[in-house]
C-alpha cells in the first residue's frame, strides 16, 4: 500500500555530510515508527536509526550516536537522516522502512522497504 522513496545519497570524503530524505506515498500513512537501514556487499542488513512517530523517541546504533541525527516532518509523511562525521565504514545503501506496531526495537516489525540511496564515503 504504502510506497517508500529514499533520496540524497551519494560520493562525499570522510567528514563530510549528507542528508536522506524517506518520502511515504500512496495508501494509508499511520506509522508507529519508521526506521533506517544499511546493507554493505556481503554484510548483514544493519539497524542504523528509528523514531516513534507520534511521540519523537528515537534509537540510534552505537556506532552512529553523536553523528547521525534522524528526525521527519508529519505533515509531509517525510522521515530524514542528517549524517555528519562520516565514515568509510558508513558505506552503503540505505533503505528506510516502517513498522505498524509497537515494538518498535525489533527489526523483524519492519515492511514496506523503499528502493535504497546508495551512500559512498571515500578516505
Known amino acids: 500500500q504504502v510506497q517508500l522513496v529514499e533520496s540524497g545519497g551519494g560520493l562525499v570524503q570522510a567528514g563530510g555530510s549528507l542528508r536522506l530524505s524517506c518520502a511515504a506515498s500512496?495508501?494509508?500513512?499511520?506509522?508507529?515508527?519508521m526506521g533506517w537501514f544499511r546493507q554493505a556487499p556481503g554484510k548483514e542488513q544493519f539497524f542504523v536509526a528509528a523514531?516513534?512517530?507520534?511521540?519523537?523517541?528515537?534509537y540510534y546504533a552505537d556506532s552512529v550516536k553523536g553523528r547521525f541525527t534522524i528526525s521527519r516532518d508529519n505533515a509531509k509523511n517525510t522521515m530524514f537522516l542528517q549524517m555528519n562525521s562520516l565514515k568509510p565504514e558508513d558505506t552503503a545503501v540505505y533503505y528506510c522502512?516502517?513498522?505498524?506496531?509497537?515494538?518498535?526495537?525489533?527489526?523483524?516489525?519492519?515492511?514496506?522497504w523503499g528502493q535504497g540511496t546508495q551512500v559512498t564515503v571515500s578516505s
Open positions: 500512496r495508501g494509508t500513512f499511520r506509522p508507529y515508527a
Open positions: 522502512a516502517i513498522t505498524y506496531g509497537g515494538r518498535w526495537l525489533d527489526t523483524q516489525e519492519y515492511d514496506s
Open positions: 523514531i516513534v512517530w507520534s511521540g519523537g523517541s528515537t
